[in-house]
């Protein structure tokens, strides 16, 4: 997901009750029985881009985990 937003609305559509025990981070996983894995970013906004709220090796970070993440799930 990227961002609090998108967390958000893929939690709501999955119906995880309470949200707050879901809290955005990022390089949060969540694992619902059932369901893919959630993992969150940070949006690649300017604001966040511009700012060192997301950088460069953050931003490859989550693709690398995401990668093992999908890796993992298949073997």
Do not use: K
Not at 2 to 26: C, K, T
Not at 56 to 75: N, Y
């Amino acid at each position: 997901a990227l961002g609090s937003i998108a967390q958000r609305a893929v939690l709501q559509s999955w119906n995880a009750r309470p949200l707050s025990a879901h809290p955005f981070a990022h390089g949060a996983l969540h694992q619902l029985p059932g369901r893919l894995p959630l993992l969150c970013s940070y949006h690649p906004s300017r604001q966040n881009t511009n700012t060192g709220v997301l950088t460069r090796p953050m931003w490859r970070g989550i693709f690398s985990r995401t990668e093992r993440l999908a890796f993992s799930a298949i073997s």
